[in-house]
């Protein structure tokens, strides 16, 4: 690849994940893009998009650890969300045209009472500016031609939903969600309830599963370093896959493993289904474990 400069990128294989505080403004993959360039890594890729107007944690993964990118897109995300009571958007966000704007004359404890409704398994219509397809087409390019489909609601949970401030027309929110939430209809259907609209005026994702954003660097502060402590930035690929029990291999079944093969370590108690293995100190792979105690390879990471 040749760079704006007329001087040939030389690509390297980058192994490790990147913990992004993504900047409000910028695309997801804008993001991982210009990451990838300042590591010159080979091979990147993200655990799941934020859209421009949202800032922060944005796991980007290289090299080896994008093996496991799939397995964060399932764990749960934590967000502040600003909403604004009052006025409803055709986005459901600040970006969009307002639609209608209705007084806000609730009190704190009908907001209490709001966000309760909200808390745990919920129904949630997808919005039409979003990147869900419809016959191929993205929703949002049928909503920018004034096309609007019906969607269906779909089930995600609300763990946890947390008012950190509120005044006047104006409130803040911790929200902790399953896969697929989105917290612009969740900022809405609150409005809805409450009566009198709302739209979400920015949105900060903290954490991604155990990941959180205290350990994020930005994209201006990874310019300013060396290669040398850029690389001090990233973590192991596995990183990924903390919550997953551990299965350590001797030499044999480790040389069985990485060929592919289903190994009985005799270790494997407790528990069924997917495990992290590692042999002689280093992670060998993703896995499956059965309940006869019989570790089947699912990813394996090149040495």
Known sequence: MVTSSGIKRSWRRVDGVLLLDK?????????????????????????????????????????????FSADLLEADKTYEADLLFGVTTDTADAEGEVLLRRPVDFVRADLDAALLRFHGLIHQ?????????????PLYKLARQG???????????????????????????????????????LAEDIGEVLGCGAHLTALRRTAVGDLTIADAVTLDRLQELSEENRAHCLLPPDALLQTLP??????????????????????????????????????????????????????????
């Open 125 to 137: 219509v997808p919005p039409m500016y979003s990147a869900l397809k419809r016959d191929g087409q």
């Open 23 to 67: 900047p409000s403004g910028m695309t997801s993959n804008s993001a991982l893009q210009s990451a990838r360039r300042l590591f010159s890594a080979a091979k990147a890729g993200h655990t799941g998009t934020l859209d421009p107007l949202a800032t922060g944690l944005l796991p980007v993964c290289f090299g080896e650890a994008t093996k």
């Open 246 to 303: 551990v299965v350590h291999l001797e030499s044999d079944a480790m040389s069985r493993f990485v060929h592919g093969n289903p190994v009985n370590p005799g270790q494997v108690q407790g528990f069924s289904g997917k495990c992290r293995v590692y042999g002689d100190d280093r992670l060998l792979g993703l896995a499956e474990a059965d309940a006869e105690g019989w570790v089947h390879p699912r990813r394996l990471v090149a040495a």
């Open 147 to 185: 096309i609007e489909v019906e969607r269906k609601a779909r089930e995600v949970t609300i763990s946890s939903l947390e008012l950190i401030e509120h005044t006047g027309e104006r409130a803040r929110l911790r929200v902790s969600c399953s896969k697929g939430t989105y917290i612009r209809t």
